[in-house]
């Protein structure tokens, strides 16, 4: 090498070194948590494994402990591990966690908007209106166990069509779940071959599989690389956009119809709310905000369940001994002729465990809801500086070997006492916990309670022929636990 090339390699090695030094002072503010050092623009990216980031966290826990720093590409997170110290944030601090972290997906799709990624004032006022009005219209009611019951007996035409044959439930699954919360939501009900319809719902669960995907977890990692970029992602955004674009079309609709004396589900009820604010000027009750929060709540109320319900079905099958004491409890508590019903729910503590413990063991969203800290504050005799970004990670706190005897096995006695009794446990959070946690949750347990026994009311859930077992690890793991989409039997009892 001349002695012009060597100049210019160490010029170029010294740079390096330089902005490399200049890189790790930046990270390294005093009484941070520890944690693996990152490299410049890629962070910890060469640490954490794109198609399971929860299992990277759970070996940095064994090492930095149950707080520690992590880089997302140049955004540092603070990741909380461990069923203690998530509850520390999430319930006994929970007012002090109130803001929603960023995740540059969610930030592009609802731009702060609606009631998931809204923080302050427009998210207490727009979670409080949210609340108040789906109980109005029924969600953990009576009114709505009727719905839920009258989607049933759909559902079971559906699937006694199919004679036993397999085949893959999603979209069924996801027309059911879709129709309770339409109802409370839009004020309807669609037919499960209704073409837009199952438009919409193919767009949702292709978003939900391609936000958990490798190119998804590079874009949250390179939001302003990836925008560039072509690939799935960018189908991720289009698919999002066109259920936003179903849900503005709704609203007009129900702006040609509107009466004020009588509302009749959640989007006139907004609507009215607008008309009453609207000389204030600082209103939160805007027909953005309507649309944003109408999207929150339907793919919120849509998607996770059918995704839990067809989890929850998939781990029975692989399960036949637990199979076969829920249906003994079913036969001994409800018989095969009346339909199931929530009062059913006290005397049948087995299926109300294996239920839980099913959430438990398939952790669909494992990486939890992203904090944004409003202040300095001291946790584990640490400092968090104020904004920075909280991952509480819900998966740890689902497998904490002190919460669980057994934290990574399918076993409903997780949730039974020594007299055979539903015993709760704290560290069950597959909603989150505090004041952020999923406003559905209630219609989400009522709606897997009533599929779940409506459908092993009649049938036995088995693997295809031939098929010696169904694979139960997540076929993309990165937001969600998203499961394979494979066939499967309903087959009369």
Same mark, same amino acid.
């Given at each position: 090498?001349?002695?012009?090339?060597?100049?210019?390699?160490?010029?170029?090695?010294?740079?390096?070194?330089?902005?490399?030094?200049?890189?790790?002072?930046?990270?390294?503010?005093?009484?941070?948590?520890?944690?693996?050092?990152?490299?410049?623009?890629?962070?910890?990216?060469?640490?954490?494994?794109?198609?399971?980031?929860?299992?990277?966290?759970?070996?940095?826990?064994?090492?930095?402990?149950?707080?520690?720093?992590?880089?997302?590409?140049?955004?540092?997170?603070?990741?909380?591990?461990?069923?203690?110290?998530?509850?520390?944030?999430?319930?006994?601090?929970?007012?002090?966690?109130?803001?929603?972290?960023?995740?540059?997906?969610?930030?592009?799709?609802?731009?702060?908007?609606?009631?998931?990624?809204?923080?302050?004032?427009?998210?207490?006022?727009?979670?409080?209106?949210?609340?108040?009005?789906?109980?109005?219209?029924?969600?953990?009611?009576?009114?709505?166990?009727?719905?839920?019951?009258?989607?049933?007996?759909?559902?079971?035409?559906?699937?006694?069509?199919?004679?036993?044959?397999?085949?893959?439930?999603?979209?069924?699954?996801?027309?059911?779940?879709?129709?309770?919360?339409?109802?409370?939501?839009?004020?309807?009900?669609?037919?499960?071959?209704?073409?837009?319809?199952?438009?919409?719902?193919?767009?949702?669960?292709?978003?939900?599989?391609?936000?958990?995907?490798?190119?998804?977890?590079?874009?949250?990692?390179?939001?302003?690389?990836?925008?560039?970029?072509?690939?799935?992602?960018?189908?991720?955004?289009?698919?999002?956009?066109?259920?936003?674009?179903?849900?503005?079309?709704?609203?007009?609709?129900?702006?040609?119809?509107?009466?004020?004396?009588?509302?009749?589900?959640?989007?006139?009820?907004?609507?009215?709310?607008?008309?009453?604010?609207?000389?204030?000027?600082?209103?939160?009750?805007?027909?953005?905000?309507?649309?944003?929060?109408?999207?929150?709540?339907?793919?919120?109320?849509?998607?996770?369940?059918?995704?839990?319900?067809?989890?929850?079905?998939?781990?029975?099958?692989?399960?036949?001994?637990?199979?076969?004491?829920?249906?003994? =409890?079913?036969?001994?508590?409800?018989?095969?002729?009346?339909?199931?019903?929530?009062?059913?729910?006290?005397?049948?503590?087995?299926?109300?465990?294996?239920?839980?413990?099913?959430?438990?063991?398939?952790?669909?969203?494992?990486?939890?809801?992203?904090?944004?800290?409003?202040?300095?504050?001291?946790?584990?005799?640490?400092?968090?500086?104020?904004?920075?970004?909280?991952?509480?990670?819900?998966?740890?706190?689902?497998?904490?070997?002190?919460?669980?005897?057994?934290?990574?096995?399918?076993?409903?006695?997780?949730?039974?006492?020594?007299?055979?009794?539903?015993?709760?446990?704290?560290?069950?959070?597959?909603?989150?916990?505090?004041?952020?946690?999923?406003?559905?949750?209630?219609?989400?347990?009522?709606?897997?309670?009533?599929?779940?026994?409506?459908?092993?009311?009649?049938?036995?859930?088995?693997?295809?022929?031939?098929?010696?077992?169904?694979?139960?690890?997540? =076929?993309?793991?990165?937001?969600?636990?998203?499961?394979?989409?494979?066939?499967?039997?309903?087959?009369?009892?």
């Amino acid at each position: 090498m001349d002695l012009l090339g060597t100049t210019a390699f160490l010029l170029i090695s010294l740079c390096c070194l330089f902005l490399l030094a200049a890189w790790r002072k930046g990270t390294q503010r005093k009484n941070l948590p520890p944690g693996p050092t990152p490299l410049p623009i890629i962070g910890n990216l060469l640490q954490l494994k794109a198609t399971n980031i929860a299992a990277s966290l759970k070996k940095m826990s064994e090492k930095y402990g149950p707080v520690f720093t992590v880089y997302f590409g140049s955004d540092q997170a603070v990741i909380l591990y461990g069923y203690d110290v998530v509850k520390e944030v999430l319930v006994d601090r929970g007012e002090e966690f109130t803001y929603r972290g960023s995740v540059p997906s969610a930030d592009k799709t609802n731009r702060g908007l609606g009631v998931l990624m809204s923080n302050g004032k427009r998210w207490v006022e727009l979670r409080r209106f949210s609340i108040t009005t789906l109980r109005n219209f029924g969600m953990g009611k009576k009114s709505t166990e009727e719905h839920i019951q009258e989607e049933a007996e759909h559902l079971m035409k559906e699937l006694q069509a199919k004679k036993g044959q397999p085949f893959n439930p999603a979209l069924l699954f996801s027309c059911a779940t879709g129709n309770v919360i339409s109802r409370i939501l839009l004020g309807e009900r669609f037919d499960y071959q209704d073409p837009k319809y199952l438009q919409i719902l193919r767009f949702l669960i292709q978003a939900f599989r391609l936000e958990s995907s490798v190119n998804g977890q590079l874009y949250n990692f390179f939001p302003r690389i990836m925008d560039y970029l072509p690939g799935p992602h960018q189908t991720f955004f289009k698919s999002l956009s066109s259920i936003q674009e179903f849900i503005s079309q709704k609203i007009k609709e129900h702006e040609k119809s509107l009466d004020i004396n009588a509302p009749r589900d959640f989007i006139d009820s907004f609507l009215i709310k607008m008309e009453q604010e609207k000389h204030n000027s600082k209103t939160e009750f805007t027909r953005e905000n309507l649309m944003m929060t109408g999207y929150d709540i339907f793919i919120a109320g849509t998607e996770t369940t059918s995704t839990t319900l067809r989890s929850i079905l998939m781990i029975l099958v692989e399960h036949p001994a637990v199979q076969a004491k829920i249906h003994k =409890e079913i036969d001994q508590v409800i018989g095969r002729e009346r339909a199931p019903s929530m009062k059913d729910r006290t005397g049948m503590p087995y299926t109300e465990a294996a239920i839980h413990e099913a959430q438990r063991f398939m952790d669909l969203i494992p990486l939890g809801f992203t904090r944004m800290v409003k202040q300095d504050f001291e946790i584990r005799g640490f400092t968090i500086p104020k904004g920075a970004t909280l991952y509480p990670i819900l998966s740890s706190a689902l497998h904490d070997p002190k919460q669980y005897k057994n934290p990574y096995q399918f076993d409903p006695e997780h949730f039974l006492d020594e007299r055979g009794a539903f015993k709760k446990n704290g560290a069950d959070i597959p909603f989150s916990a505090g004041k952020r946690n999923c406003l559905g949750e209630g219609l989400a347990r009522m709606q897997l309670f009533l599929y779940v026994t409506t459908i092993l009311q009649s049938f036995w859930l088995k693997r295809p022929p031939g098929v010696t077992k169904i694979d139960l690890t997540p =076929e993309v793991s990165g937001l969600g636990n998203i499961p394979h989409q494979i066939p499967f039997c309903f087959s009369p009892r």
